[in-house]
C-alpha cells in the first residue's frame, strides 16, 4: 500500500459534504484517464465551496464550485461582449441559455509574497515568460522572472486587494492590448483604457504587447520621406518611412517640441501618429494633448499616456503598448509614426522592476538585458514589402543626456539601435540657435535615400559649408586680425545658421524649402544683415509665390530641381535681396 501511495498521484477534493462511494469512482476513473497513472483521492471538508467542490491535483485545479461556475459565465459574458448589434437583454439571454460549464484543470499557483507592484508565486510550473495571470482579487499581473520554484509578477493595479496565500491562476494568454481604428483621436492608457473621458472605445481585436520583429524578407528599404518641415532635419538627416531616428539631448533642449512638429506636419499626409508619454507630468501630456487638437492633429493621432504617478509596471508596458498598436495600422497599409518620450524613463522603471524582482544589477544598476529591452521595440519598426501591404512604422525614440554626455550607457545603447540621431545641444539652444541641432553629432544612416531628388540637389553642400564654418570659427577665436576672405566664410557660415532657425509650428513644405536652400547656397542672402534673415526668408517665399509660383507647382509636381529652375530661383532672391536691403 505504501508502495502504491508514493507512485501515485495525490488528489484533494474540497467540499462541505463528503463524496460518496459512487462519486469518488467516477472521479479515479476521470483522473486516471486524464494522467494515466494510479490516483490517490483524499477529502478536505471545506465550507468555502457549498453547492460544488474543487478538486486539486498538483498545481492543477478544477473548480466545480458556485464561483467558478460564475467566474465562467462572466467570461462567457466577456468573449461576447463585441456583439454591440444586438442589445443587451438579448445578449445575457442568448449567454445564459448556451451556457454549460465546463470541467477544466486550471493550473493554480499561491501567492508567496507581495509588495511594490511585485507578487512572487509558487506553484505555477507550466507558466510561460510574459505570460499574464489572474489573482484572486480580480487583479491582473505578467509574469517577468522565472525561478526554479517560483515566479516574479508585476502587477497593473494596486497591490492591497492581492494577499499572501491567495490563489493565482494561468490564462493562457499573453500580455496584449485592445486595438482598431477607434483609438485614433483619443488618449488611452497602457492597457487600453480610454483617460480622456469620452466614454468606451470599441476595438476590432487584440494583439500582444510583445511580438517579434519583421525579418528581413518581410521588409522593403526606405525610400520614401517623412516630411518633418523643419528644414535642419530634412535638408541634412531626413527621416525614411520605416526609419528610427533618435532624438537626444539634455532636458529642456526642445526634443518634445520637435516631435510635436514633426506630428503636426504629418497632416494631411496620410500619416497615423501614436505618441507614447513615459514618465512624464500629467498636466504636461494634457497640454500636448490640447495642442494636438487645437492644431487638428489629434484626428489622426492616439496619445498613449503612462504618467509618473504611475507605478513601474505600466511605464514599463507602455512603448510595447503603443508599438502593438502602431502594428495593427502598419498591417493594413499604413504609414504609422511613433514618438516614445522617453526612453530613459522607461529604462529607470525598467530598473526599478528588476531589482525589486531581485535580479543582478549591473553598471549602474541596470540589469544585464536592458540593451535587449529597447531593441526588441525598435526593431518592430520596419518598412513592410508590397507583398504585406506596404504598411510602416517610423520610430523616434527620446533620450535624455546629462550635461550633453552621449556616452553614457542608455544612449549608446538606443544609439547603436537607431538608424541616426539628432542630437540637441544646450549651448546652441540658449544662444537662441533652435531648434538647436548639432550639425557635428547629429546623423541619418539612411541619408539622401529618404529625400526627393529636389531636396538631394538643392541640399548638397550644406553640411560641408557648415563643417567648414565651425572649424574656421574655433581656429579665429583667438585671432583679431583676419584677412577678407575669412570674413566672407565666417559671414556666411553665421548666414546658414541663421537660417536653420525655425519657430516652432512654422511649418516649411518640401518645395518652401527647396527655394531657401537654392537661394542660400546660391549666395544669395550674403549681405543681409544676420538679424534681419528671419524676414528675408518670409519675404522671399512671398515673392517667389508672386512672381514665379509655376517654379513651386512644379518642384511640387516633379520633386525635382531642375537646372532651369535653380537659376531662376537664385535670380529671384538676388532681385528680392537688393530690394530687401532698400528697407
Known amino acids: 500500500m505504501s508502495e502504491l501511495n508514493s507512485s501515485a498521484k495525490k488528489a484533494v477534493i474540497y467540499s462541505a459534504v463528503a463524496p460518496d462511494e459512487k462519486q469518488r469512482e467516477r472521479f479515479l476513473a476521470y483522473l486516471t484517464s486524464k494522467y494515466g497513472t494510479q490516483i490517490e483521492l483524499v477529502w478536505e471538508k471545506s465550507d468555502k465551496f457549498s453547492g460544488g467542490f474543487r478538486l486539486a491535483v498538483d498545481s492543477e485545479v478544477f473548480d466545480w464550485s458556485v464561483s467558478g461556475k460564475y467566474r465562467q459565465l462572466r467570461e462567457a459574458m466577456e468573449r461576447t461582449s463585441d456583439k454591440r448589434d444586438s ?36 506553484g505555477l510550473d507550466k507558466v510561460t515568460y510574459g505570460e499574464i495571470v489572474l489573482f484572486a482579487s480580480g487583479v491582473k499581473g505578467m509574469v517577468l522572472e522565472l525561478r526554479k520554484n517560483e515566479i516574479g509578477c508585476i502587477l497593473f493595479d494596486d497591490d492591497d486587494s492581492v494577499l499572501a496565500g491567495s490563489y493565482v491562476r494561468r490564462t493562457g494568454k499573453t500580455a496584449g492590448v485592445p486595438v482598431g481604428d477607434a483609438f485614433i483621436g483619443r488618449v488611452i492608457n497602457p492597457l487600453g483604457l480610454p483617460i480622456d473621458g469620452k466614454g468606451e472605445i470599441k476595438s476590432a481585436g487584440y494583439f500582444p504587447v510583445e511580438r517579434p520583429a519583421p525579418g528581413i524578407i518581410e521588409r522593403s528599404p526606405v525610400d520614401t520621406p517623412l516630411e518633418t518641415g523643419i528644414l535642419a532635419i530634412d535638408s541634412m538627416f531626413p527621416i525614411g518611412r520605416g526609419q528610427r531616428e533618435l532624438i537626444i539631448g539634455d532636458r529642456q533642449t526642445g526634443k518634445t517640441a520637435i516631435a510635436l512638429d514633426v506630428i503636426l506636419n504629418q497632416k494631411g499626409k496620410d500619416v497615423i501618429c501614436i505618441y507614447v508619454a513615459i514618465g512624464q ?10 495642442k494636438l487638437r487645437a492644431n487638428g492633429a489629434l484626428d489622426y493621432t492616439v496619445v498613449v499616456n503612462a504618467s509618473a504617478s504611475e507605478s513601474a509596471s505600466i511605464q514599463y508596458i507602455a512603448p510595447y503598448a503603443g508599438c502593438a498598436l502602431g502594428e495593427y495600422f502598419m498591417g493594413r497599409g499604413k504609414d504609422v509614426l511613433i514618438v516614445y518620450d522617453d526612453l530613459s524613463k522607461h529604462a529607470v522603471a525598467y530598473r526599478a522592476l528588476s531589482l525589486l524582482l531581485e535580479r543582478s544589477p549591473g553598471r549602474e544598476a541596470y540589469p544585464g538585458d536592458v540593451f535587449y529591452l529597447h531593441s526588441r521595440l525598435l526593431e518592430r519598426s520596419a518598412k513592410l514589402s508590397h507583398e504585406l501591404g506596404g504598411g510602416s512604422i517610423t520610430a523616434l525614440p527620446i533620450v535624455e543626456t546629462q550635461a550633453g554626455d552621449v556616452s553614457a550607457y542608455i544612449p549608446t545603447n538606443i544609439i547603436s539601435i537607431t538608424d541616426g540621431q539628432i542630437f540637441l545641444e544646450s549651448d546652441l539652444f540658449f544662444s537662441g540657435q533652435r531648434p538647436a541641432v548639432n550639425v557635428g553629432l547629429s546623423v541619418s544612416r539612411v541619408g539622401g535615400a529618404a529625400q526627393t531628388k529636389a531636396m538631394k540637389s538643392a541640399s548638397g553642400a550644406i553640411r560641408l559649408d557648415l563643417a567648414q564654418y565651425r572649424e574656421m570659427e574655433v581656429f579665429t577665436q583667438f585671432s583679431s586680425d583676419l584677412d577678407e576672405a575669412t570674413k566672407n566664410q565666417l559671414a556666411y557660415g553665421q548666414g546658414l545658421m541663421r537660417l536653420l532657425r525655425q519657430e516652432q509650428y512654422r511649418h516649411l513644405s518640401q518645395e518652401e524649402q527647396v527655394v531657401l536652400l537654392t537661394a542660400a547656397l546660391g549666395k544669395a542672402m550674403v549681405g543681409i544683415p544676420l538679424n534681419r534673415i528671419g524676414d528675408y526668408k518670409d519675404g522671399l517665399l512671398e515673392y517667389v509665390k508672386a512672381n514665379a509660383s509655376e517654379v513651386l507647382t512644379e518642384l511640387q509636381r516633379t520633386k525635382v530641381l531642375s537646372d532651369a529652375a535653380k537659376e531662376r530661383i537664385v535670380t529671384l532672391a538676388t532681385e528680392f535681396a537688393k530690394e530687401f536691403s532698400k528697407d
Not at 95 to 121: K, R, W
Not at 281 to 290: N, R
Open 87 to 122: 442589445d443587451i437583454i438579448s445578449l445575457l439571454r442568448d449567454t445564459i441559455e448556451n451556457f454549460s460549464p465546463d470541467v477544466v484543470a486550471e493550473e493554480v499557483g499561491m501567492v508567496l509574497t507581495v509588495g511594490d507592484g511585485i507578487a512572487t508565486v509558487s
Open 281 to 290: 507630468k500629467a498636466s504636461s501630456v494634457a497640454q500636448l494633448a490640447e
